[in-house]
């Protein structure tokens, strides 16, 4: 595609400005508001160093980064009233690395945030067990805990392109349900061995301490009863209420509603409970009318964050740059097309790449400043590939409205406007 | 405490943390059954977990109109939350319409979700026979239970819903093979 490195294209003029190129990297990389003063263009223009401001409690961004998640309804409703939202997403374009900072993970909840007192709070382990117990946090904190880098993702992430593909969608709209933190908690194999599970227990039902009391049916596989824990911390902080405080079930590479939060109840059976949202919400309805169920699994998936929807880029140089999951594994590579899908080039991998959690990947490109598109598609370390669009739709129609994990397609314009579209 | 208590128990503890379920009396406490009974709502497809009680189609209708209809609209269509009723014969076209009519596989998860989740503002505040009556009326609205019918733990578990066998479930889950030839 280009024989020039990036080093290159710094240093010779090449077929671009120095001016293009800051201006290029300040409206997307990230999205740091550059529009309220002008660029220092000189060294002379650089502002006095000077005292600071007094040291603080608890760190904020910079005045200059602004960084928000956006709630909204569903699809196609945004900018609505928070009191209205069912979700609130990540905005991708705006971040960097493979870590989504702790007040920006996505948030999809069924009936708000419960203000919870972890004094009062209790785990209540029982049904086919020899022992029944109750847990407080404290005990939960005192057991041997693991930390595992996972991605959490709501099964309605991408669910903005079933049908059509508004073009003033950014990647926050459609990617914003998935994110990747660190969380910290008991495995709860350690706690089935407290509680003396009946071995004859196949299924057990998780439930939370929300408005919802929402619950999930869980069949204890070997790789769920090995992975699977009580969360308590969050990127090295107590969980956030938003995200399941005190405490919340973490199951990797699963449907993020599988991983309760608030988590107040399991019960241990042999059989699942065909919860409302097993039956009625979170299985997908094909073309024939019948739904798909227990479809626990977040398949393998990918999306190009920079430059994606609603940014505009400049003849030459740029960096294209995403994140890609699955819930089968680690991603073993990821290949990104700039010529719409008929060439495809292996981009570069951020290590440490970890077993179902997201990864940065990153590809140096020249642009012609011809129209074209850009996609990337993941292949995980099951040999899974993240499938187009057209062959998606084949097998599950547009009417699932969950678990949308098709290769996302940016088109751009000859004054380099990054549009979403449908490949 | 001897000193000789202290260093048995020092000797216990250390052998302890190296084989960690030896010690698994120490977390949490036991739960009392009368407790458990208290968090103990979910309801099974077999109809495992209902309560005694029942309610009618008539005594549902008042039920919804107090305290679901502001959301779901009378009748269970219009509101501005979902719509519960209609919608069948729907599900394969290109505007589905998913209702407890149309989709909800079991008529006893109605139950179970009424009780724990609704209404909306007072999740569980309704009695037992009110939820009783409320799910009779729902299912009344899809045409499922007579207008003068009535439902308990007994019958609620033998309603075959009009899209009983419209799902397929992933054969990695598939709660019929799952586990079975273990």
């Known amino acids: 595609m280009t024989s020039k490195t990036p080093i290159e294209l710094l240093t010779g003029p090449a077929n671009m400005s120095r001016r ?89 909840s069924h009936s708000g945030v419960p203000d919870i007192d972890p004094a009062q709070h209790r785990l209540l382990i029982h049904g086919m067990v020899s022992k029944p117990l109750v847990f407080s946090v404290d005990d939960l904190k005192k057991m041997p805990s693991v930390s595992r880098v996972v991605f959490i993702e709501c099964t309605g992430n991408g669910w903005e ?20 933190n660190e969380w910290t908690g008991v495995p709860l194999k350690f706690l089935i061995d407290l509680v003396a599970k009946d071995k004859g227990s196949t299924w057990m039902l998780a439930e939370g301490g929300d408005g919802a009391g929402v619950d999930r049916s869980i069949p204890l596989t070997d790789e769920i009863v090995n992975e699977a824990f009580v969360a308590y911390g969050q990127n090295g902080e107590p969980l956030r209420p938003a995200h399941g405080f005190p405490m919340r079930l973490v199951m990797p590479g699963f449907e993020g509603n599988l991983n309760i939060k608030w988590l107040r109840r399991l019960k241990f059976g042999t059989a699942p409970w065909m919860t409302r949202w097993e039956t009625a919400r979170y299985t997908q309805l094909l073309a024939d009318g019948k739904a798909r169920q227990f479809q626990l699994r977040m398949d393998t998936n990918s999306v190009i964050t920079q430059p994606s929807g609603m940014m505009q880029i400049q003849p030459g140089y740029n960096r ?51 129209p074209t598109r850009i996609v990337s598609r993941s292949t995980d370390e099951q040999g899974n590939v993240q499938p187009d669009r057209q062959s998606f739709i084949a097998a599950m129609g547009s009417n699932a409205l969950f678990h949308y994990n098709a290769q996302q397609t940016w088109s751009i314009d000859e004054a380099g406007r990054v549009r979403n579209v449908l490949a | 405490m001897s000193s000789h208590d202290k260093l048995l128990l020092a000797a216990i503890f250390t052998v ?5 379920p030896a010690f698994a009396f120490d977390f949490g406490r036991p739960a009392t059954p009368d407790e458990i009974k208290l968090w103990d709502i979910d309801v099974g497809p077999d109809g495992k977990g209902l309560p005694d009680g ?15 209809s502001a959301c779901h609209g009378e009748n269970g269509q219009g509101g501005i939350k979902d719509r519960l009723a209609g919608g069948q014969g729907t599900l394969a ?20 979700y009424i009780h724990r989740a609704m209404p909306y503002p007072t999740p569980g505040s309704l009695s037992t026979d009110e939820t009783y009556a409320v799910t009779a009326y729902i299912l009344s609205l ?17 309603i075959k819903m009009p899209n009983r066998d419209g799902f397929i479930p992933e054969p990695e889950f598939d709660p019929a093979r799952l586990f079975h030839n273990k």
């Not at chain 1, 900018?79 to 990540?90: E, F, L, R, V």
């Open chain 1, 20 to 108: 293009g190129f800051v201006g290029g990297l300040s409206a997307g990389i990230l999205g740091v508001a550059a529009t309220e003063a002008a660029n220092a263009e000189s060294l002379a223009d650089v502002p006095d160093r000077g005292p600071g401001a007094d040291l603080s409690a608890h760190s904020e961004r910079s005045r200059f980064a602004k960084i928000d998640r956006i709630p909204e309804s569903t699809p196609g409703k945004r900018n609505i009233d928070p009191s209205d939202a069912i979700n609130s997403k990540t905005p991708h374009q705006k971040l960097v690395g493979n870590i989504t900072p702790t007040d920006l993970h996505y948030e999809r």
């Open chain 1, 161 to 180: 392109n079933w049908k059509k593909a508004d073009p003033d969608l950014t990647v926050q709209n459609t990617h914003g349900l998935v994110s990747t």
């Open chain 1, 320 to 370: 294209i740059s995403g994140l890609a999951w699955s819930g089968h594994g680690k991603i073993a590579k990821v290949e990104i097309s700039t010529d719409s899908a008929k060439s495809w080039t292996q981009a570069q991998l951020s290590q440490p790449v970890l077993s179902k959690a997201q990864v940065r990947f990153q590809m140096d490109w020249v642009w012609d400043g011809k």
């Open chain 2, 16 to 20: 302890g943390l190296l084989a960690a």
């Open chain 2, 54 to 68: 029942s309610g009618t189609v008539a005594q549902g209708k008042q039920v919804f109109s107090d305290y679901c």
């Open chain 2, 93 to 112: 076209s290109s505007m589905p319409v998913k209702t407890v009519g149309s989709f909800w596989p079991y008529a006893t998860t109605l139950f179970d």
């Open chain 2, 142 to 158: 899809n045409g499922i239970v007579a207008a003068d019918g009535k439902v308990d733990k007994d019958s609620l578990p033998k």
